[in-house]
């Protein structure tokens, strides 16, 4: 089955320092996802994006935040700088048009310290 | 507003059958959705439903009363490798083209026991 994949798998960061967390969507998939899950605690939407323009960003998805498809094939999600409560596992997650199956990559650990 | 309710916890015996309730309160509806998701792992995708009645698909099945706000995925067969989380989640009425996001409850933790 194809795969969403996610780099890196873990990253460990200063509060107050820029991160990167990439994604590579499955091909021919148009819709992508961010989504976040603080340890013992629900998933979290943050954003999607569709057609180079953010589709929709929830109450998370703040100024510190940006997404982008830099070279139409990678899709980032940009954390501007850090806070100790930016520490979760964050998921990239790429829907097919017309397809309801929403797929997860295996997601970044990011670190807060 | 939102609200996804589902169980916290449950434990089951292996080669048992197990149901998994979740209610919800949304302010819109576009489909519901059943995710598994080992500890440290990504959800991968179970079932959806959004017409009223139930789908079946292998040992799991997933059914939907919209009128009630209610859903249950029933495991058969239970097995030792289903001990995991299962999410409910529901995909809200998205804005102009979009179709919506995911919106997840908080997870049923699900031990499957010998």
């Known amino acids: 089955e194809p795969e969403v994949t996610q780099t890196p798998s873990h990253q460990v960061t200063q509060m107050g320092q820029e991160v990167i967390l990439r994604c590579v969507p499955i091909s021919n998939h148009l819709y992508f996802y961010w989504y976040r899950q603080i340890l013992g605690q629900k998933v979290e939407f943050l954003v999607s994006f569709y057609n180079n323009e953010i589709s929709e960003k929830s109450e998370i998805f703040d100024d510190q935040f940006s997404v982008e498809r830099p070279d139409g094939s990678n899709f980032t999600l940009k954390i501007r700088s850090t806070k100790l409560e930016d520490s979760a596992m964050y998921f990239c997650?790429?829907?097919?048009?017309?397809?309801?199956?929403?797929?997860f990559g295996s997601g970044t650990q990011l670190s807060v310290l | 507003g939102q609200n996804i309710d589902q169980p916290t916890e449950m434990t089951a015996t292996e080669g048992a059958i197990v149901q998994i309730n979740c209610t919800y309160q949304t302010s819109g509806f576009n489909g519901l959705f059943w995710y598994q998701q080992h500890a440290g792992e990504a959800p991968t995708f179970l079932s959806y439903n959004v017409l009223d009645g139930l789908e079946e698909k292998g040992r799991f099945s997933s059914f939907l009363s919209r009128s009630k706000g209610y859903s249950y995925l029933l495991l058969k067969e239970l097995q030792m490798k289903d001990s995991a989380s299962y999410l409910c989640a529901v995909r809200d009425k998205g804005n102009g083209g979009s179709q919506g996001n995911l919106i997840f409850g908080k997870g049923t933790k699900l031990s499957v026991k010998p």
């Open positions: 997650a790429t829907r097919d048009s017309g397809r309801e199956k929403l797929f």
